[in-house]
């Protein structure tokens, strides 16, 4: 289609009568990224309305029809064969997610407040407090443009929690990333125009920094893995947690609301990133597609923000949402789905003269939220958009017409049927799965066990990732109290980041969990990543029986049966972890496509998923860290290890490929959880860390990096149901343990709360030394001293950020 | 009647550390409200006692930290600060307020640019206390700890030796224990001569409770912070006149 066609607002195009090749082609050349069956689907739509779709509309449908917007890989039939048994899954999101949430909100009733139908999920503080949290990936454009890509994706993320409820205040982000090694070999690379690990990961850093630092959003937790898998797709999960009036969450659209876009102008930036971020990335990307990323400006977001808020407090809004993906289109098309109503793009200001009206209604320009207001307050609103700073406009307004219209200079450019536009036609795929059966290996040493320590302490997913922390203002709004790194020295890592919430006496934990190295075992691996998310924040003091989840998902190529498998063994295994926990799921977001053509063929991504985590913690006292406290105490140790060696990071490290991915007991995990819990109420715990990757060891040491005392334990005292072996006892990753620090006073109390769980003592905290001594029986296994631990821990990351 | 104490809180756009300083003053008994800048006027700051600018990033700070807020007051306010400062009215800039102080002249003469490590920096740091005579710092021991959140911290001088004469003649109020930033004489904080205008890079309200500091066994106080001994210091100040 020639360029100068597509600037003539209202003409039609031509569908009724092309065949499925010349739909196909019609799709491609427009960038439209629809199916053949959803272009025959509109072109009986438009046979029945006897005429042809004009082209705002087409582009219109092609956003809300995106993978982007309506999640239809989610929402479609996927005939499953797993083990050769085969099932049909009609939504894998209302089987597996939204029937779990469901299930707990009758369980525990007034616990959730909103799940999946907002732009965050609201879970209840107190009795006049929720809090929510959300996270998106942005992952295409941080590929071709990491600063701009992060900054945005971190900027679209707060946009959703402002378009939360009548509008929620933003407390807290995280930043979840994935990259290539950073010491990877450019000669490794099998095609042009890719950005190398170092690069992607300096751009992505900085861009989240200068987002969050100038929103004045404490980012408090994250977590970074590298993987070759992301040299050509790197991930980048941004996420942030809000809090509201109770009375402020449900919002409603009714005839004669004036539609406002309040925040920055609309500009020809991000045209098309819905559809551009629901196909593959390849070389051509890096050149054609810098469209597609946005370009961000966090103060002109900031002064809508506090523009947003003042108004919300004052009573002024009835609604509000975000412009994301598909810009006024989707946010406007959302917002108007039920009522319908009009809208006159000539209203809406713009960042440079001649924009076309697709261009106008599809700009992804950040910075924008589209506000439901009654007439008697839309004086007020621009009064304040006056003292803040920011701009306003009132484009235009609900009525009960059940049609999304659209004007521009007069002329009508959009009439749709808000019905046909959200009722996307159901998707099928076909999804294979077989499992594997891994046996037991021994892990063996490097040199000695203490070497294989010290090395494992420096690899580029266990290293502290302090040069990176200090870039993110974690401490903003002054509410942090478990920074990300804390602890005597002040450089220890936490688990959980705990967050006192302004007007309340309560705090909130937040705490991810992302174990791609996992994906021999799909299953497990959403078993353990549900697990760790609730292990790290019931460490910081959280309530096992008050946590929300979040899921994110990054999967390759949705039509490849075998990669759509694993999506499908993993969600059940979340889906089983949550309900056995009691803890829903919110909220959630799903990004396919996630892999690179190169000239030597595709290359996707592991399967991933980042389980986020809020917990609510309920008073001062049940804050706990994860670094060791006082000499004199006694290190325990509660929960199983098995020789579960699947994707472990000493496995990794030695070369020892193979072994089962660890898997859950989920009900005695939970006991031994809330029984934890009652030991935090009680006064009894000092310190408390999760056991994650590199396991016991690993895990001791960093406790320890507050070198207030010596730590001497037996390997021999750990709970454990089978011959381990000092390797696996060393550096297992089985899940639901947690190692922690409690004062010798309480050993008996402490010893007849766990009694029937797999509790030991298993050692002590010195004040005659500062080593850790690791025996078993009277063997010593590893004798080290902190300060060099600490320092190879430390040093991991440092030169290469 | 009783007779309140107040403070006022400008506020620009970047501006973002506005709510939690007033958490902190009010928490002192100071009586409170935050000003988006089109609301100031010159004859509206005269009935007030102390003026605050907190710390942010006013206008995005993407030209010379501050800068644009500078230019912005010069214009609107013109010498009404300097007049308020004259009545007895103390004015306190803490980190980007700080930088901002330092572009209108009213401290010392001097420039906070692009820390020596080129990053911005998290972190919590060790102080000297310069001026335990300060209203601000007369509440705080020889040596304290504060967080710190910022790129452009490092002082420097038009001449090399001029910040040896701000420590000499009583201007420099904190310096680090160890220069992280690159900070000339590792000045942390300044006044004027008067004592009335002051700022400094890291941040009082971000420790106001106790249960701010990283290290849960820290025993300088059962309560609160040391930022909260340096909004009282004021306060006290105030209120004695």
Redesign the interface.
Known sequence: MAQAVLHKPSIEVSIRDKSDAELSALSSVMKLSLSVEDMKAIQIQYKNWDRDPILVELEVIAQTWSEHCKHRIFNAVIHHTSDGKQTMIDSLFNTYIKQVTQGIQAQKPGFILSAFHDNAGFIRLDDQTAVCLKAETHNHPSAIEPYAGANTGLGGVIRDILGAGKGAKPIGSLDVLCFGKPNTSPSLIKTRHVIHPLGIMRGVVRGV?DYG????IPTVTGAIHFEDGYLYNPLVFCGTAGMIPTEDIDKKVVHGLKVILLGGATGRDGLHGATFSSTSLDTESHEEDQGAVQIG???EE??AC?CILKAREEGLIDFITDCGAGGLSSATGEMLSKTGGTLYLEEVPLKEPGLSSWEIFLSESQERMVLGIQPQHTKRLFELA????TQCAEIGEADNSGHLKVYHDGKKVCDLDCSFLHTSPQKTFRSHHQTKIASDIQLKPTADWGNTLKRLLKEFNVCSREPI?????????????I?P??????DNPQDGSVL?V?QTEKYISLGVSLLPQYNPDPYRMGLSSVDETIRQLVVTGADPDRIALLDNFCVGNPDDPNELGKLVECIKGIADAARAYQAPFISGKDSFYNYFETDEGPESIPLTILISGIGIVEN?SH?T?ASI??PNSKICFVGISYPETGGNACAQLTDQHGGPVPNLNPEEAIKIYRTFYKAIAQGMIR?AHDLSEGGLAVALAEMGFSLKAGLEIDLAKIPTRTTLGTGNALFSESNNRILFEVSSDYVQKITTLFQGLPFSIIGETYTNHRDLCIHENKTIIIQEKLSTLKESWKNGLLPYY | MEKWITAILL?F??T??D??TE??LQSVGFKTEIW?F??VEPTRIKNVDLIVLA???S??DYIMAGKLAQLNIQQKLQNSLNEFCHQGGFLLGICNGFQILMRLGLLPQGSLISNTTH??????VELNNKAQQSPFLKGLPSSFEL?I?HAEGRLVTQAPKQAETYLKEGNVTLTYTQNINGSAYSIAGMQDASGQVFGLMP?P??F?YK??H????WAGDSEWGWGYYFFKGIYDHIEAM
């Open positions: 920094r630092n100038r929103m004045g400006n966090p103060i900031k002064k506090d006056g003292i803040y700073e922390i200090r870039e993110y203002d974690h401490e903003v709004q002054g509410n942090t109290i920074k790194l804390a602890g005597a020295l002040g006192r302004d001062a804050i860290g406290r006082q310190s | 506020k756009p970047g973002n550390c709510e939690e958490r902190a988006p089109t609301l710390g942010g990033f206008y995005g990053r911005f920096m998290c972190q919590w967080p959140a941040h309200e971000r106001l249960e701010h990283y290290d849960p066994d």
